[in-house]
């Protein structure tokens, strides 16, 4: 999966906010994302981000 650092990712659930889409800020063996709702975020390990991304908006 080639996601980079800047993308936008839109998972399968929502954050308790109600928004669905997540800035990458870090990768690795986990991912550190930015809720676009609420500015909260979170680490995440790499194999459920790739199990439950929906789409990938690329950075400009």
């Given amino acids: 999966m080639d996601i980079q650092v800047g993308d936008i990712v839109t998972l399968k659930k929502p954050h308790p906010c109600g928004s ?3 800035e990458v800020l ?11 709702g609420c500015d909260h975020q979170v680490m995440i390990a790499r194999k459920l ?7 990938i908006q690329k950075k400009p």
């Avoid at 870090?26 to 809720?35: Q, S």
């Fill in 49 to 55: 981000v790739e199990k439950n991304v929906r789409q």
């Fill in 20 to 22: 669905k889409d997540w």
């Fill in 26 to 36: 870090r990768i690795g063996a986990d991912f550190r994302l930015k809720c676009r």
